[in-house]
T-cell receptor, first 114, second 111 residues
Framework: DTGVSQDPRHKITKRGQNVTFRCDPI?????LYWYRQTLGQGPEFLTY????????KSRLLSDRFSAERPKGSFSTLEIQRTEQGDSAMYLC????????????FGNGTRLTVT | AQSVTQPDIHITVSEGASLELRCNYS??????LFWYVQSPGQGLQLLLK??????LVQGIKGFEAEFKRSQSSFNLRKPSVHWSDAAEYFC?????????FGAGTRLTVKP
């Protein structure tokens, strides 16, 4: 079990640019989640996948955000036309299926939009 | 919809002292409750979880938490704090499809 890994750890981009983050979950887990965390706040739910199917999206996930999990393994989160308000830590987590299954988090990707 | 409140933004305790971090939740059914810890620049690590049964649950690193349905609380405790416990602590309530987190309590440990 190598844990959840996220790449890159840090990303600095200029406003208006597109960015893409990658998450590799724990291999046995079929659920994958994306959260966003801003300074002084807890993680906020963005979206989650059960295998390759995206089952729920938060209203926080504007049209500029898109997430994929094409083969039910790794996932990507893309932000188009970044804005300064997108600056945050983006956390990926994975879990087994089942109510209340605990999440296993990666170390996150910190995005700074200048 | 479920929600979580952590009333204390920041707590400072002396090393060796006891600790209690408060968590109140709102949820229509029996909740799944969790405590996570986050060190600076890191992801969240699960400390303990409550699903059902015994209302006092034990976790890693000497932490425990008590579920009190009547008070809608799930407070985290540790009898003797170590300097390495300094971190951000998050309470969370899990529903069928997602997990909602409190805003966190930052713990500072004085030598």
């Amino acid at each position: 079990d190598t844990g959840v890994s996220q790449d890159p750890r840090h990303k600095i981009t200029k406003r208006g640019q597109n960015v893409t983050f990658r998450c590799d979950p724990i291999s046995e887990h079929n659920r994958l989640y994306w959260y966003r965390q801003t300074l002084g706040q807890g993680p906020e739910f963005l979206t989650y996948f059960q295998n390759e199917a995206q089952l729920e999206k938060s209203r926080l996930l504007s049209d500029r955000f898109s997430a994929e999990r094409p083969k039910g393994s790794f996932s990507t989160l893309e932000i188009q036309r970044t804005e300064q308000g997108d600056s945050a830590m983006y956390l990926c987590a994975s879990s087994f299926t089942g109510n209340g299954a605990p999440l296993h988090f990666g170390n996150g990707t910190r995005l700074t939009v200048t | 919809a479920q929600s979580v409140t952590q009333p204390d933004i920041h707590i400072t305790v002396s090393e060796g002292a006891s600790l209690e971090l408060r968590c109140n939740y709102s949820y229509g059914a029996t909740p799944y409750l969790f405590w996570y810890v986050q060190s600076p620049g890191q992801g969240l690590q699960l400390l303990l979880k409550y699903f059902s049964g015994d209302t006092l649950v034990q976790g890693i690193k000497g932490f425990e938490a008590e579920f009190k349905r009547s008070q809608s609380s799930f407070n985290l405790r540790k009898p003797s704090v170590h300097w390495s416990d300094a971190a951000e602590y998050f309470c969370a309530v899990g529903a069928e499809d997602d997990m909602r987190f409190g805003a966190g309590t930052r713990l500072t440990v004085k030598p």
